[in-house]
């Protein structure tokens, strides 16, 4: 069974910078795409970043350009998040996603495995 685990979540100030991290285990993420998404109290899952198995694939939700970057280990079968310029309204449960396929997918129906959550909060 592939296995998630997120990390690097914690409390912020706005401002401020968090890197998130999720080992994937029990499956080579070779030809694997990963991504994370966020859950913020009352809203519906959404979509964060996600990145393909080819370098430079990749997909941002449009608000966070510029702010998120996500990058991929392979070796290490690891998925990371930075976040910068962190606001208010970043606080949320961020999960990471695998997606048995090459290509980024914005939509969490897509993905096959899940993370169990890190929580991101981010102070006034």
């Known amino acids: 069974q592939v296995q998630l685990l997120e990390s690097g979540g914690g409390l912020v100030q706005a401002g401020g910078s968090l890197r998130l991290s999720c080992v994937v285990s029990n499956r080579d993420i070779t030809y694997v795409s990963l991504g994370w998404f966020r859950q913020a109290p009352g809203k519906e899952r959404a979509f964060v970043a996600a990145a393909g198995w080819s370098a430079g694939s990749v997909e941002y939700a449009e608000p966070l350009k510029g702010r998120f970057t996500i990058s991929r280990d392979n070796a290490k079968g690891t998925v990371f998040l930075q976040m910068n310029s962190l606001k208010p309204e970043d606080t949320a449960v961020y999960y990471c996603?695998?997606?048995?396929?090459?290509?980024?997918?914005?939509?969490?129906?897509?993905?096959?495995?899940w993370g169990q959550g890190t929580q991101v909060t981010v102070s006034s």
């Open positions: 996603a695998a997606r048995l396929t090459p290509y980024a997918s914005t939509y969490s129906s897509d993905y096959d495995y």
